[in-house]
């Protein structure tokens, strides 16, 4: 078994119980919604939450009416075990019946089922040899969906990767757009075979598509889609409708209007796809015109958008530390735009009936204090629909605190145990990303083990995070580790110094932690700043310039370095720790997944073997069989078992 002070260590399933690193109760989540279209029941995708953090490990299907007075989950033909996991619900047109994609346990493959409002009459309507999601139907009661025929990795760049071998130019498998009409028993494809396309909707009269697709890699190729009309049929190819005009032109949630005429979607500087914000733009179905921006040079971020019934355009924000839901109007006939509602909690998963079949609304709501829960409303009124959570209460204290620096105004959370005697050490915990937030979600996980052991935790969202507008997203392109760096270390004195729980923190026993952008930022501050007495780097980046040729994502880098490394190697070197490693004098834990494309190992392994050489203290860990995004409760309860101990070691004796 691996030692803190062991170079390398591979670590194996099992080795550590997740239930002897927390005994808090663990919060029930909500992973996905669905509104039936006759307004009657939510459909959800759910399950309990790790002591440790990390998405349930069973999953279920639960159905409720909007009464409150029934709750039926779905008895799966796979029964309640890990990875038989249920995703994508999709009502039929009438509201009636609901399908949805099922994963078979121990492997890619799913197959879809449906099953009857009520939760009988379960029955298979498709067995497939590879993924599916984003199930959606016609009101005709054709079934779109994306599938990839074959898979050899879970969809997205945060799973694990593949095992790298073969023909490493062979073409890769593509998720395709594909249709399941009523009665057929195989998919008829919509999209090329070339093509990874990543989201999509119907046009309103069911006779075609719009969605963003690239050619190639699906992993790599997102930051470079293009939005095109595909036709239902397939026969015709693919048209465009808009290219990105900008390399920091990202394409997501692409909504077709009511009258089928415009196409909304967010475009901005991203990072993976399933985390996005931007600006709002509107454009021509047809690909005529130039494409609107409606929310250029605005404070906030445009998370997700829909086109409401009556033709205007609804758009969910991040203001700093506010979710809001603005109603933008007609896009063609310019008025105020109007907050429909604003909250300071995290809103999730907006579940919105696409065909106008009903005005019924369904969320996920929570903050660092109140689990989630399933909302339901029209417009500016909503109710809790579900009380799973109501008996865990944290009892932390919180503050939402801004600081300036740059002429920035910087906001991020000040999360407190309930109670403290004496100076407390400040942890700084840098969100992944570069482009996301740190927003306020139910305290569990290694950042509730940390405020029980006597710590206080800072969350900051420095220059390029959401949630100020896309000025401000933009505003760590081509300098990684200059202004951002320089924003946390403004937002750590004004955490000490604040009048509110400034007085309980002991600004010399300073730490900091963070996973992908957060540990290369970890791994960066070291080599910068001697602030921190402790750090613990979740999948960090060492060496930009050997990373560009390692990862598997590399399309991603151009829009925040400005130009390939090959082209401007000096922009790479810059934000290098390794290049100013021997600076260190911060005792670093580092770890990482063994098959995570995003951040290679070899990256981990490079700074923890010259800290090792330069005699700084270190550990680097490396988890057998995990991606970017971590599954196993032990590799959590591992990562929770050394990161309190290697704090407690430096920064509390």
């Not at 719009?210 to 015709?236: E, H, I, Q």
């Not at 992944?432 to 306020?440: M, R, T």
Request: glycine letters at 10%; a negative charge; one cysteine or more.
């Amino acid at each position: 078994m691996a030692v803190f002070n062991k170079q390398l260590a591979f670590l194996l399933t099992g080795m550590f119980s997740a239930a002897a690193t927390l005994a808090a109760p663990a919060a029930h989540d909500f992973l996905e919604l669905a509104v039936s279209p006759d307004g009657r029941h939510v459909a959800s995708v759910e399950g309990d939450r790790l002591p440790t953090g990390g998405r349930p490990v069973i999953q279920q299907l639960v159905i409720r009416s909007i009464d409150g007075k029934t709750e039926t989950t779905v008895a799966l033909p796979c029964g309640t075990v890990p990875q038989c996991w249920p995703g994508s619900p999709a009502w039929t047109p009438d509201g009636k019946l609901l399908s949805f994609a099922l994963r078979t346990p121990g492997s890619h493959a799913r197959s879809i089922y449906q099953v009857g409002a009520d939760g009988r009459g379960l029955k298979q309507l498709l067995s497939f040899d590879g993924t599916v999601e984003s199930l959606s139907y016609a009101r005709n009661g054709v079934l779109a969906l994306l599938a990839t025929a074959s898979a050899n990795k879970e969809v997205g760049a945060t799973e694990a990767g593949a095992p790298v071998e073969g023909d490493l130019d062979a073409a890769p498998p593509e998720q395709r757009l594909a249709v399941l009409e009523p009665g057929a028993k195989q998919l008829r494809w919509v999209s090329r075979p070339d093509y990874f396309v990543y989201q999509y909707d119907w046009l309103p009269d069911g006779s075609g598509f719009v969605g963003t697709a690239a050619p190639g890699d699906g992993d790599r190729n997102w930051w470079v889609a293009k939005l095109y009309s595909f036709g239902f049929d397939g026969a015709k190819p693919e048209k465009l409708i808009y290219a990105p005009q900008n390399v920091r032109e990202q394409l997501a949630s692409p909504k077709v209007s009511p009258d089928g005429k415009h196409v909304a979607l967010v475009v901005g500087l991203m990072s993976d796809f399933n985390s996005f914000g931007g600006d709002l733009f509107v454009v021509h179905t047809n690909g005529a015109g130039k494409a609107n921006n409606l929310t250029a040079q605005a404070r906030f971020t445009v998370r997700d958008v829909h086109w409401a019934c009556d033709g205007h355009l609804i758009a969910q924000t991040l203001a700093g530390d506010q979710t809001q839901s603005l109603d933008l109007g007609d896009p063609h006939a310019p008025q105020a735009i109007q907050r429909l509602w604003a909250t300071s909690d995290d809103v999730r998963d907006l579940g919105v009936d696409r065909n106008c079949s009903t005005a019924l609304q369904a969320s996920v709501h929570q903050n660092h204090l109140s689990a989630p829960e399933i909302q339901i409303g029209e417009g500016r009124q909503w109710r809790d629909l579900t009380h799973r959570n109501a008996a865990l209460k944290n009892d932390y204290r919180v503050q939402s605190l801004t600081w300036s620096n740059d002429g920035f105004t910087i906001q991020g959370w000040l999360l407190m145990p309930a109670k403290s005697s004496g100076k407390l050490p400040l942890i700084v915990d840098v969100h992944g990303g570069p482009a996301a937030a740190s927003e306020p979600r139910f305290i569990n996980g290694n950042t509730r083990l940390l405020l029980d052991h006597g710590y206080a935790l800072l969350l900051p969202n420095p220059r390029g995070s959401f949630g100020q507008g896309e000025a401000f997203t933009q505003a760590n392109a081509q300098d990684f580790g200059g202004g951002d760096l320089r924003d946390i270390l403004a937002g750590v004195d004004a955490a000490a110094q604040n009048p509110k729980f400034g007085p309980e923190i002991d600004g010399e026993r300073v730490g900091i932690t963070g996973h992908s952008y957060g540990g290369f930022m970890t791994m960066w501050a070291v080599t910068q700043t001697d602030r921190f007495k402790a750090a613990v780097a979740g999948a960090g980046l060492a060496n930009w310039q050997s990373y560009y040729g390692q990862n598997g994502i590399s399309e991603w880098m151009i829009p925040f370095f400005g130009a390939s490394v090959y082209d401007d190697p000096a922009v790479y070197a810059k934000s290098s720790p390794i290049n100013f490693i021997k600076r260190v004098k911060t005792p670093t834990l580092s770890y990482v997944g063994a098959n995570d494309i995003e951040c290679p190992p070899a990256q981990t392994v490079e700074f923890g073997r010259a800290l090792q050489i330069l005699g700084v203290p270190s550990s680097t860990v490396i988890y057998a069989g995990e991606g970017h995004g971590f599954r196993k409760p032990a590799t959590f309860a591992d990562i929770d078992k050394r990161t309190l101990a290697w704090f407690d070691k430096y920064l509390k004796q």
